[in-house]
């Protein structure tokens, strides 16, 4: 099962599910939130969810997936959907992003006498579901979904609690402020109101910054381990975190963990034949290991850089010496990891996990997903600094995506602290910029699919000036003009 294939696998999910809250439990409405280890957590309103609950709707979708009703896709202009809607009488939601939408045309699923919204394909017929679950899971409950490279099976659930916690925490203040979904941050725009928004929005990020450095000096820990997948910032989050620690009487000392790669000739391949410059045997940790002890230990040392062109590490008089009112702070995919700094005890690091947990939604049924907000972040980027495609950087995102599953985000609940440095307004920014790559790649190109499916999902945003966005924040990493490196 591809990427594209599981999402119309998992709408498909999603709109049964629907259908049978919909005959059971009319009065219920429904909340697609977050994604957790290939399932997606979900909240009712109007209903408490218990354990009869969750049995009469599974119950009920299996029934609907074992009659294999067909799922019919209608269209209609935005005059005719408003109609329709008001005759309905339904939910404000759906009315919502008819007016955020735009398309002329508004698309509508109908099965039997259910209908609803998705963005993207759904499957032909209700028996393309073969594999799922639903169990409760703190106030909500869970739909699982099969991995795509077991589509015959569910793997087993890993627990995220800390993740579904931050989701929540962020959640709860996108509520506060009123700003939950595209109507609502697209209404924001229209009336002039972004600029309170933003300094709201980056004011959070300066408030959760200062307090994992008061963290990390009560703490009294010495390696400031971070780690987080690709485009969530990392890099500007270091810098502001030295900030934060400064105003607590602490130095810090950057380390970088690319610096500590093995030889290109002893550089694991994976199965296609290519090096695996993202698997942790890619890493000298023996030397790593060895460096960081005599660090801690007061001794000066020596750091290696490593030479990409070349592949290999030099040395060119860079040294390193911790002091007593330093602390050092290594940025790497890996810093996670157990076995990446497995020499130093644990009492002595603390772990941060970086990633652009989005909770802004597109409707009820319709998330966005922080993948998606990090693939264009990367898109953006790959264009302005490396002069890449945006062809080039959707070719390379399969592999690069492949290496977060694997080395990632199964170590992303070992962190003493989550950072989500998602910004509720940040699409509307990167609107501006993606667009015209996007329109870019050619329609007879592998990726163009993928492409217009972006570019159909990022139109749904209103465009936010850049000259609103300040110099020190995250999303400058991405559109420049910042004031860390850029």
Not at 49 to 72: A, C, F, P, Y
Not at 90 to 116: F, M, P, S, V, W
Not at 169 to 195: A, F, G, P, R, S
Request: hydrophobic share 35%; net charge negative; proline share 3%.
């Amino acid at each position: 099962m591809d990427r594209d294939d599981l999402r119309i696998y998992v709408r498909g999910l999603l709109y049964i599910m629907g259908k049978a809250f919909d005959e059971t439990y009319k009065e219920s409405k429904i909340a697609v939130q977050y994604a957790l280890s290939n399932a997606l957590y979900c909240e009712a309103k109007n209903i408490e969810i218990t354990g009869q609950v969750i049995s009469n709707i599974k119950n009920k979708m299996q029934e609907i997936i074992n009659k294999d009703l067909e799922i019919r896709k209608v269209s209609m202009t935005k005059e005719e959907a408003e109609e329709f809607y008001k005759k309905e009488q339904t939910n404000k939601g759906r009315l919502q992003l008819i007016d955020a939408k735009q398309k002329e045309n508004i698309t509508l699923y109908y099965c039997e006498d259910y209908y609803n919204y998705f963005y993207g394909w759904m499957p032909k017929s209700t028996g393309a579901i073969k594999v799922f679950d639903i169990i409760k899971y703190n106030d909500g409950f869970l739909i699982r979904y099969p991995d795509r490279r077991t589509p015959d099976r569910l793997e087993e659930f890993k627990e995220n609690k800390k993740i579904l916690d931050t989701f929540k925490e962020y959640e709860d203040i996108n509520k506060i402020l009123n700003v939950n979904t595209i109507y609502n941050l697209n209404t924001i725009i229209k009336e002039d109101k972004i600029e309170d928004l933003i300094i709201t929005a980056e004011a959070l990020h300066e408030k959760k910054i200062a307090e994992i450095a008061n963290k990390i000096c009560e703490s009294k820990r010495r390696v400031i381990l971070i780690a987080g997948p690709s485009s969530s910032g990392k890099t500007t989050f270091a810098q502001r975190l030295g900030i934060q620690l400064k105003l607590n009487r602490i130095t810090p000392v950057t380390l970088s963990a690319d610096n500590y790669f093995v030889e290109r000739e002893n550089t694991p391949k994976d199965e296609f034949g290519n090096y695996d410059f993202e698997c942790i045997e890619a890493m000298d940790l023996e030397l790593f290991n060895k460096q960081l002890l005599d660090i801690l230990a007061g001794n000066e040392v020596e750091v290696p850089t490593f030479n990409f062109k070349e592949g290999k590490k030099e040395y060119t008089g860079n040294k390193v010496k911790l002091k007593e009112d330093q602390v050092l702070i290594i940025e790497g995919i890996h810093c996670l990891n157990p076995k990446f700094s497995e020499l130093v005890e644990e009492d002595k690091k603390f772990k941060v996990y970086v990633s652009a947990l989005t909770v802004l939604n597109v409707d009820y049924y319709n998330r966005i997903s922080t993948t998606d907000n990090r693939i264009i972040r990367r898109i953006v980027r790959d264009s302005k600094y490396r002069s890449h495609k945006a062809i080039d950087t959707l070719k390379n995102w399969y592999s690069l995506s492949r290496g977060e599953e694997k080395y990632i985000f199964p170590y992303q609940e070992n962190a003493d602290y989550i950072f989500n440095s998602s910004l509720v307004y940040e699409l509307g920014v990167l609107r501006n910029y993606i667009l015209p790559l996007l329109e870019e790649i050619d329609e007879n190109s592998e990726e163009y699919k993928e492409a217009r499916r972006l570019r159909d999902f990022i139109s749904y945003f209103e465009p936010i000036p850049e000259e609103y966005i300040p110099r020190h924040s995250i999303i400058r990493e991405f559109i420049g003009g910042g004031c860390f490196y850029r």
